[in-house]
């Protein structure tokens, strides 16, 4: 069974998102994680771009597959965790704490609407 924390929200493709205020962590899930397998690369091109909710604000690279990573809220990428550089493993060993893929500057906390809550999320990947 996944790891699912009911303090984050989710998205049908596997990300999750912890609201800080006005600012947010994004990442993918426990689930994604183990789908993917050995997580080798990540990918954040977009850094101090505003994304829309819902679009690709990077990718992630297993050892047999590249897998696109999806906005969760709309907002600017402040931030991303340059310890998976070096370290893109980060992501299968605490893919909710130190494998943290972006910070955001959240545009429309209303959007939190179209989002899953761990039961639901729990239910999705059942």
Avoid: C
């Avoid at 050995?38 to 990077?58: H, R, S, W």
């Amino acid at each position: 069974m996944s790891n699912i924390p009911e303090n984050l929200l989710y998205t049908n493709e596997h990300e999750w998102i912890r609201i800080e205020g006005d600012e947010a962590f994004v990442g993918i899930t426990d689930f994604a994680q183990s789908e993917l397998g050995e997580i080798v690369f990540v990918d954040v091109p977009t850094l101090g771009e505003t994304i829309d909710q819902g679009e690709v604000f990077g990718s992630v690279e297993a050892v047999k597959t590249v897998s696109d990573l999806n906005m969760p809220l709309s907002g600017e990428v402040l931030e991303i965790n340059e310890d998976l550089d070096a370290a893109p493993e980060l992501v299968n060993q605490d893919p909710y704490g130190k494998g943290w893929m972006i910070r955001i500057k959240v545009k429309d906390i209303a959007e939190k609407s179209n989002l899953l809550d761990a039961k639901a999320y729990e239910k999705l990947i059942a």
